[in-house]
């Protein structure tokens, strides 16, 4: 990490759980543990650095690609923070990733999905990795087109959305399945994520509601995934789509298809048996990152220190999260969890998968997340996001440019509270957003 943007963190959040009685910074992973402090710094180090060509005299980081689409987990999470789509044409897709598959039709395909969630595309697999090592072409290009979208808020104020169109040039190893299903995903903010996974299955569950017995249109559905480590279904936490059980399968996953580097859950190089080239490669051994480092680097992603809320007597911040509240924000952003009432900070999410309506469907289910289903994600450190990675980029494909614009997206279950806003007047707007970059 660059130490500019090392001192303006550590000025910003506090380490989860480790907060003193005034709410300042603590340094107790360093004081309290120096094993834990070591192990983060170890983690820290794998997951900051790029990893570099196989063979190479640097063989604890050796075995990039062969194919891949970044040579570091920071090249995407910048800061550890949010990532976002190209801002012009000449940016590549860095922290933003494309998912492929096609929808699970064949017995094959299905017994796939069952562990994976995706049946992937027959040659690209499920991940697009856009590079490849020298002599090796990436997989493809991505690009977004945008269409605007237009309209008005109840005082008259007018407002436009970009709505993104997402298309693959520059293919390499032949075209795409004909029902090949595309989705673009920016990179997540990291912090906060130990505690995430420490929420009890049961308190995550108890606001499901499936059938929407309470009839305020918000149901509330928990994925349940494939645990590779368990070797069972499990509730998934994390992606977009919570098809992810854990921290650990999370990062393992990232490793495998935007690095190119193998782990003991992922042993396999993100190569069809079409890319022949590509599986003839020499490797960084087997595995590439060894279950020791690998779990350094999941220590570290769990212990990324949770935001410091600002501005909390702002009196325009206390009217905007009474707004949050009446207008129904918080049924699906809930505020905390009881395990976590003695936190300092709040999540504002219930980790669990919403219909947002077509305007936001990418089309493509995963396990059994339908494909205009997103799980809540975490308010925690949204007003951090111009500060931290130089944008405002939000949604799960970064198509909003800023807080306002990602309320305007909003639709499904929560189409009632989107209208709500469209009916605030500018005043209201106002404090709602600065209750969200409170944040």
């Known amino acids: 990490m660059h130490p500019t943007l ?8 506090v380490l989860p759980g480790l907060a003193n009685s005034t709410g300042n910074h603590s340094l107790s992973v360093a004081e309290e543990n120096p094993q834990q402090h070591e192990d983060f710094a170890i ?5 900051q650095q790029p990893w570099v060509i196989a063979p190479a005299s640097t063989t604890a980081r050796d075995g990039l690609g062969p194919l891949f689409k970044a040579n570091s987990c920071l090249a995407c999470h910048i800061g550890h923070g949010r990532g976002h789509p ?17 929808p699970a039709t064949t017995e094959a395909q299905k017994t796939v999905a069952e562990k994976l969630g995706v049946a992937p595309e027959p040659v690209y697999g499920d991940h697009l990795q856009t590079l490849g090592i020298k002599g090796l072409p990436g997989e493809g290009m991505p690009h977004f087109s945008y269409t605007e979208i237009s309209g008005q808020f109840q005082d008259g104020e007018a407002w436009n959305l970009q709505k993104p169109t997402l298309t693959i040039g520059h ?18 903010p990291l912090p906060g994520m130990g505690l995430l996974e420490s929420i009890p299955e049961a308190e995550i569950l108890a ?16 994925n349940v995934v494939w645990d590779i480590a368990q070797q ?43 890319q022949t080239d590509c599986l003839s490669l020499p490797d960084g051994g087997k595995p590439e990152i060894p279950a020791d480092l690998l779990e350094k680097v999941v220590f570290h992603i769990a212990n990324q220190p949770v935001p410091v809320r600002r501005n909390v007597d702002d009196p325009q911040v206390a009217q905007g999260q009474k707004l949050f509240h009446q207008v129904g924000c918080a049924a699906c952003h809930t505020p905390t969890f009881p395990s976590l009432a003695n936190q300092p900070h709040q999540p504002y999410t219930d980790l669990l998968l919403h219909d947002m309506g077509a305007g936001l469907a990418d089309n493509r289910p995963e396990f059994a997340a339908s494909g205009s289903e997103w799980r809540t994600p975490p308010l925690w450190g949204i007003g951090l996001t111009a500060k931290v990675n130089g944008h405002t980029r939000f949604l799960h ?21 989107k209208q709500a806003v469209l009916a605030m007047n500018k005043p209201e707007r106002e404090a709602l957003l600065r209750f969200l970059n409170s944040l």
């Open 171 to 188: 293919l390499n190893y032949g075209e795409l399945a004909h029902d090949v299903q595309l989705s673009a995903r920016v990179a997540p």
């Open 397 to 417: 494909d970064g198509r909003a440019r800023n807080l306002l614009e990602a309320i305007l997206w909003h639709g499904g279950e929560s189409e009632s509270t």
């Open 6 to 13: 090392a001192i303006a963190l550590s000025s910003l959040f």
């Open 207 to 222: 606001n499901a509601d499936l059938d929407d017995q309470d009839d305020d249109g918000i149901s509330g559905k928990p």
């Open 232 to 274: 069972t279904t499990v509730l998934g936490r994390f992606s977009w789509k919570a098809s992810q059980p854990s921290i650990l399968q999370q990062s393992a996953d990232a490793f495998r298809n935007d690095i190119g580097i193998t782990s003991y859950l992922f042993p396999e190089q993100p190569c069809s048996t079409a």
């Open 86 to 102: 190209p801002l012009t044409d000449a940016e590549p897709f860095l922290s933003t990733l494309v998912k492929l598959s096609v």
């Open 43 to 47: 983690g820290g180090a794998f997951f």
